[in-house]
């Protein structure tokens, strides 16, 4: 009794097979198990794994490993985080010449400033600002607004009607050495209450010589 074996659909066959060689076909990869068998008594063809006399044998079989592909859509990113860690690097560092060049341009700046209190004029004062002198006498101080003296507690008032007439917003105060400073902030802060946007101390040049 001979047996035919022939690959799942071929129309060619291998034929005068025994059951043995059907086996060790199949045993040694000349066969796989969807391939196709004959037997003297079959009326078909039959996968060798479904045929009841090669079906243990078949079932035994390890199946074979599957093929690995190259995935063609894999992207490499060695090369973007290289192009970042550049990127990065030459971030921080013009960043970090920035800040040191407002460091060192700093000093350059400041010294390209004035020395010293701001000098005025006295076409300035006349034209902008509202003089309050403030001179002692016999220990007491005497504050005189634009000429008029003043007392202490009427200041604020005397101070918002002179804004108001003359529409000055600054004022000056000039006072000798000797005036307390309480005096002087009392002044400051009549003068704020009056509407005056800067008040200014006028200072004498010998305020200004080094001790």
């Not at 390209?112 to 101080?141: F, I, W």
């Not at 008029?148 to 008032?157: G, M, R, W, Y």
């Not at 000039?174 to 400051?188: F, K, L, W």
Request: glycine share 4%; net charge negative.
């Amino acid at each position: 009794m001979t047996w035919r074996v022939r690959h799942e659909g071929s129309p060619s066959a291998v034929e005068g097979l025994t059951p043995p060689e059907v086996v060790q076909g199949l045993l040694d990869g000349q066969w796989e198990p969807t391939d196709e068998v004959m037997g003297p008594d079959d009326q078909r063809w039959v996968a060798i794994e479904n045929h009841p006399q090669f079906a243990e044998v078949a079932a035994e079989l390890e199946p074979p490993a599957p093929k690995v592909y190259d995935d063609e859509t894999r992207l490499d990113m060695t090369a973007l985080i290289d192009v970042c860690l550049v990127l990065l690097v030459f971030f921080i560092l013009t960043t970090s010449y920035a800040a040191l060049q407002r460091i060192i341009n700093a000093p350059a700046m400041a010294a390209d400033k004035p020395q010293g209190p701001p000098k005025v004029t006295k076409e300035k004062v006349d034209q902008l600002m509202v003089k309050v002198d403030v001179r002692m006498q016999q220990d007491v101080p005497v504050i005189k607004v634009e000429g008029q003296t003043v007392e202490k507690d009427q200041l604020q008032s005397a101070l918002s009607r002179y804004q108001k007439d003359t529409r000055k917003t600054e004022l000056l105060i000039d006072r000798s050495p000797r005036v307390p400073h309480g005096t002087i902030i009392a002044i400051q802060d009549a003068a704020k209450g009056a509407g005056f946007d800067q008040v200014h101390i006028l200072i004498q040049p010998e305020e200004l010589k080094a001790p």
